[in-house]
């Protein structure tokens, strides 16, 4: 059973609007959760994150919400540049583990 | 510059030829993991080390194995390839606080194809 997973496999939005990624998980036990960013031909580079202590974290365009009571974390890039297209994951981080979800490919057309 | 490199980038082999995927990473940093890629499914981790000499199993360790002799290389073995290993394959290194691993570095990925 998928322990974080983002139910979205694909996002659209115009360059300068909200970009709102979201991930569910079901392990409560975790440290931090960490939001990666991904290229084509590129390993992924860490994003931002957020403990598992706050319910938001913000660092310039990028805003992470955790909402503990209902398992759900979101990413808001605002606004939306088009060097934001990448494919996003969410990670949950245990002890020593790292649990990723399945990704989502942000698109943000010009 | 702070990095994690991996070789080779891309392999094609044939089904039982063993090979090694070489990991180095020159942050000092003691946490070292191995992921796999594929279609639909995310990273998953297949081993990880908190340091020298220290290696566990992540969620998808059959049919791979890892060393840590030294604290900057970390490579991932496969004795013997199965098509089902065919997949995108990461290195990550972090620095450690107690038990937490933080913010992973990833390195570029190889292209791993089992024929």
């Known amino acids: 059973d998928q322990q974080v997973k983002q139910n979205s496999p694909s996002l659209s939005v115009q360059e300068g609007r909200i970009s709102i990624l979201n991930c569910d998980y079901t392990n409560s036990m975790f440290d931090y959760f960490l939001w990666y960013k991904k290229y084509p031909a590129e390993g992924p580079t860490f994003l931002i994150s957020?403990?598992?202590?706050?319910d938001k974290n913000e660092d310039g365009r990028f805003t992470v919400f955790l909402n503990k009571s209902a398992k759900h974390l979101s990413l808001h890039i605002v606004p939306s540049q088009p060097g934001d297209s990448a494919v996003y994951f969410c990670?949950?981080?245990?002890?020593?583990?790292?649990?990723f979800g399945e990704g989502t490919q942000l698109t943000v057309n010009p | 510059e702070a990095q994690v490199t991996q070789n080779p980038r891309y392999l094609i082999t044939v089904t039982g030829k063993k090979l090694t995927v070489t990991c180095s990473q020159n942050?000092?940093?003691?946490?070292m993991s191995w992921y796999r890629q594929d279609p639909g499914l995310g990273l998953r981790q297949i081993y990880y080390s908190m340091n020298v000499e220290v290696t566990d199993k992540g969620d998808v360790p059959e049919g791979y194995k890892v060393s840590r002799k030294e604290k900057r290389n970390f490579p991932l073995i496969l004795e013997s390839p199965s098509p089902n290993q065919t997949s995108l394959y990461f290195c990550?290194?972090?620095?450690?606080?107690?038990?937490?691993?933080?913010?992973?570095?990833f390195g570029p990925g190889t292209r791993l194809t089992v024929t």
């Open positions: 957020i403990s598992s202590i706050k």
């Open positions: 990550a290194s972090s620095v450690t606080s107690g038990r937490s691993s933080y913010e992973q570095y």
């Open positions: 990670a949950e981080t245990s002890g020593s583990r790292l649990t």
């Open positions: 942050m000092n940093h003691e946490y």
